[in-house]
Structures are given as C-alpha cells and as structure tokens.
Nanobody
Framework: QVELVESGGDSVQSGGSLSLSCAGP?????MGWFRQAPGKEREGVAS???????NYADSVRGRFTISRDNAKKLIYLQMNSLKPEDTGMYYC??????????????????WGQGTQVTVSS
C-alpha cells in the first residue's frame, strides 16, 4: 500500500503560480498528477516515470513542470501562468514502474486525497 499526501493547493489570481507537493511515494513508482473540476471527469495533467521521463497534457505543456526528489520522497508540480480553467481538485497518483503504459489515464493504482486549486480571473 502506498500512502500519498498532497499539499500546496490555494486560491490565486489568473497568471499566478503555485507549487504542489506529494509526499509518500517510494522511489520506484510511476507518478502522476491529475485534476478534476466540478461536474467534469478526472483528467491527467502530468506524469513522471521511474527513469525521470515526463509527459504532459497539451493544456498545461509549457506552463507546468513535474519533478521528483527521490531522497525526500516528494513529487512536485510547479504551475505557472495559471488560468481559471486550471481550477480543480488536484490529485497525486502512483503506480508500479511497469505501468507507464497508463500514460495520463486516471487508472493509477494508488491515489491521494487531493488538494484544491482555485484560479480566479
């Protein structure tokens, strides 16, 4: 069992920045950030595989950066140039290294409880 705890969610103005953190993952996990807005399906935002390779949704590429600190067992999501459409509950998720084929689909095995991000115009 993998316990994941997200932090860093907040309310910001459009154009602002936030940095989310996810604590708990062991080094050898495929990690992802997902988000869900009210009334919408959960969608993948960014992922990082066990080799450090990253993948981003088109809507956030160039604005968001996912990274990992294996020594601290933390996964980060740096979000810049935030837009109102980035508003939602952000979830950290983990899966085994071999699950990289899941890409950004919200079918990861382990999930955190989420942290709220609100971007106002």
């Amino acid at each position: 069992q993998v316990e994941l705890v997200e932090s860093g969610g907040d309310s910001v103005q459009s154009g602002g920045s936030l940095s989310l953190s996810c604590a708990g993952p062991h080094t050898n996990y495929y990690m992802g950030w997902f988000r869900q807005a009210p009334g919408k399906e959960r969608e993948g935002v960014a992922s990082i595989d066990c080799s450090g390779g990253t993948n981003y949704a088109d809507s956030v590429r160039g604005r968001f950066t996912i990274s990992r600190d294996n020594a601290k067992k933390l996964i980060y999501l740096q979000m810049n140039s935030l837009k109102p459409e980035d508003t939602g509950m952000y979830y950290c998720a983990a899966d085994y290294c071999g699950a990289y084929y899941k890409a950004l689909r919200p079918i990861f095995t382990f999930w955190g409880q989420g942290t709220q991000v609100t971007v106002s115009s």
